[in-house]
């Protein structure tokens, strides 16, 4: 076993579609922390004072030990929730 993955996408349809696709996981925790054994999803910059260079449609995950295939399921029918 090799260290975790952690991976970042934004969403075209912008921040409120990328806030929409982390709180409609339903195997990943909507989360913001890095190290521990599960999948871990978050939209970044949502606070007043973050990194302006950060866009606000950016989703970061870090992924866990969870089942790959059930992962892409979650993430795929979330992005589809969020469209």
Known sequence: AGPGTVLSFEMAAGAEAAQRVTESVQLMTYATSLGGVETLIER????????????????????????????????????NRAS
């Open 44 to 79: 970044r910059r949502r606070w007043a004072g973050e990194n302006p260079l950060v866009p606000e449609n950016l989703v970061r995950m870090s992924v866990g030990i969870e089942h790959v295939e059930d992962l892409w399921r979650d993430l795929e029918s979330a992005l």
